[in-house]
């Protein structure tokens, strides 16, 4: 099972970081990737870690802004999200693959966890 948090309210210009969680399994054994999907929009895959963390990848949007990790100790796929901007607005889950690389495809993403709702006003 997996459990994204860590969304809150921030200000255009915050900051927030987002964790996904599993349980019964080790992350660290899969490709993890972010998703976000906005009122009335496709989901579409935000970014997302190979299994060894060696590759990642960001949708154009949130290049510079977003950062992916991971934290094998602890089993945690973290998302570090900068700069925030309105059309950030969406709720984020976490969805892992097998084990790998990742890519930004919902198709590939065997396991989905519960959304963590971000909003992003002034």
């Known amino acids: 099972q997996l459990q994204a948090s860590g969304g809150g309210l921030a200000q255009p210009g915050g900051s927030l970081r987002l964790s996904c969680t599993a349980s019964?399994?080790?992350?660290?054994?899969?490709?993890v990737g972010w998703f976000r999907q906005a009122p009335g929009k496709e989901r579409e895959g935000v970014s997302c870690?190979?299994?060894?963390?060696?590759?990642?990848y960001y949708v154009d949007s949130v290049k510079g802004r977003f950062t992916v990790s991971r934290d094998t100790a602890k089993n945690i796929v973290y998302l570090e999200m900068n700069n925030l901007k309105p059309e950030d607005t969406a709720s984020y889950y976490c969805?892992?693959?097998?084990?790998?690389?990742?890519?930004?495809?919902?198709?590939?993403?065997?396991?989905w966890g519960q959304g963590t709702q971000v909003t992003v006003s002034s």
């Open positions: 969805a892992s693959a097998g084990p790998g690389v990742c890519g930004l495809g919902r198709s590939m993403y065997d396991y």
């Open positions: 870690i190979s299994s060894k963390g060696s590759s990642t």
């Open positions: 019964g399994f080790t992350l660290r054994h899969y490709a």
